[in-house]
């Protein structure tokens, strides 16, 4: 099982990136993805979440300026992050997981795990 996340840079506040996370190894159709943030000192957050239907859900920090997506090849997921702010810089990762039980936002709850892309916007 392989997540790769990519994408990642530094960019002034109010400026714009955008992630991928190619996914392989497993029934990618099967599982919901998400995207994490952890931030230096800080725990991983939920970002955002993307279920194989195409549902997605975001937390109220990133609402209205992140959109996460499917590629069409629907083994790759994407994050498009506008209107950067300082507070976004963090380690961003992408995680699948299986059981779509509990809250989307748990880590706990995710099965596979990438290894991260460094987002860091300066003001």
């Known amino acids: 099982v392989q997540l790769v996340e990519s994408g990642g840079g530094s960019v002034q506040s109010g400026g714009s990136l955008r992630l991928s996370c190619a996914a392989s190894?497993?029934?990618?159709?099967?599982?919901?993805m998400g995207w994490f943030r952890q931030g230096p000192g800080q725990g991983r957050e939920g970002v955002a979440t993307?279920?194989?239907?195409?549902?997605?859900t975001y937390a109220d920090s990133v609402k209205g300026r992140f959109t996460v997506s499917q590629g069409n090849a629907k083994n790759t997921m994407y994050l498009q992050m506008n209107s950067l702010r300082p507070e976004d810089t963090a380690m961003y990762y992408c995680?699948?997981?299986?059981?779509?039980?509990?809250?989307?936002?748990?880590?706990?709850?995710?099965?596979?795990w990438g290894q991260g892309t460094q987002v860091t916007v300066s003001s």
């Open positions: 993307i279920g194989s239907d195409g549902s997605t």
């Open positions: 190894g497993f029934t990618y159709s099967r599982y919901c």
């Open positions: 995680a699948a997981r299986k059981l779509r039980i509990g809250a989307w936002s748990d880590f706990r709850l995710y099965n596979y």
